[in-house]
T-cell receptor, first 114, second 113 residues
Framework: DQQVKQNSPSLSVQEGRISILNCDYT??????FLWYKKYPAEGPTFLIS?????DKNEDGRFTVFLNKSAKHLSLHIVPSQPGDSAVYFC?????????????FGKGTLLTVNP | DGGITQSPKYLFRKEGQNVTLSCEQN?????MYWYRQDPGQGLRLIYY???????QKGDIAEGYSVSREKKESFPLTVTSAQKNPTAFYLC????????????FGNGTRLTVT
């Protein structure tokens, strides 16, 4: 039972354009959502998070949007840069168990072409 | 700089042998975690610990064991009972209070043949 789903295994965009990565969740108890970026053979790096009391959080080129009624969140990267090419994981916590346990999606490989 | 250190980066073992992966953090975080990543898969939680001398099973704890004798250290033992031990193992830590992100180490690639 996959509670966090990233339905696009990969995404390719041109440098300078917007990248939009999507994530859906099924557990209505989730109340904290995060995005991580991961390069091969390295650990994930935290990018941005959002609490369920908000619908938008912005940090520089990265913005996360949360639609609770649709159980959907998205990460927008504007403008996209070649260094943004990596696997992006969506994660959520608060699903009725430990608040400190994250459930991850399978990731989306973003490729930003020069 | 504070961070999480996992060692070694690459580890090779023969089938039937137990192996222990090291994880040390100097972030003064109370909570620590072990995740496993397989190709095309997300990160799956093996074990986590919110305080010293206490830990809980995650989603895929079978064939693994952990200890938390010190705040800074959370070693993971992959036992011979783990059916598919070859994977990329990631250790993480976080603050105990409130909502806070996990900070990850750079992982250990374990290959069992």
């Amino acid at each position: 039972d996959q509670q966090v789903k990233q339905n696009s295994p990969s995404l390719s965009v041109q440098e300078g354009r917007i990248s939009i990565l999507n994530c859906d969740y099924t557990n209505s108890m989730f109340d904290y959502f995060l995005w991580y970026k991961k390069y091969p053979a390295e650990g994930p790096t935290f990018l941005i998070s959002i609490s369920s009391i908000k619908d938008k959080n912005e940090d520089g080129r990265f913005t996360v949007f949360l639609n609770k009624s649709a159980k959907h969140l998205s990460l927008h990267i504007v403008p996209s840069q070649p260094g943004d090419s990596a696997v992006y994981f969506c994660a959520a916590s608060g699903g009725g168990g430990s608040n400190y346990k994250l459930t991850f999606g399978k990731g989306t490989l973003l490729t930003v072409n020069p | 700089d504070g961070g999480i250190t996992q060692s070694p980066k690459y580890l090779f073992r023969k089938e039937g042998q137990n192996v222990t992966l090291s994880c040390e953090q100097n972030l003064n975080h109370d909570a620590m975690y072990w995740y496993r990543q397989d190709p095309g898969q997300g990160l799956r939680l093996i074990y986590y610990s919110q305080i010293v001398n206490d830990f809980q099973k995650g989603d895929i704890a079978e064939g693994y064991s952990v200890s938390r004798e010190k705040k800074e250290s959370f070693p993971l033992t992959v036992t011979s009972a783990q059916k598919n031990p070859t994977a990329f193992y990631l250790c993480a830590s976080s603050k105990q209070t409130g909502k806070s992100p996990l900070h990850f180490g750079n992982g250990t690639r374990l290959t069992v043949t």
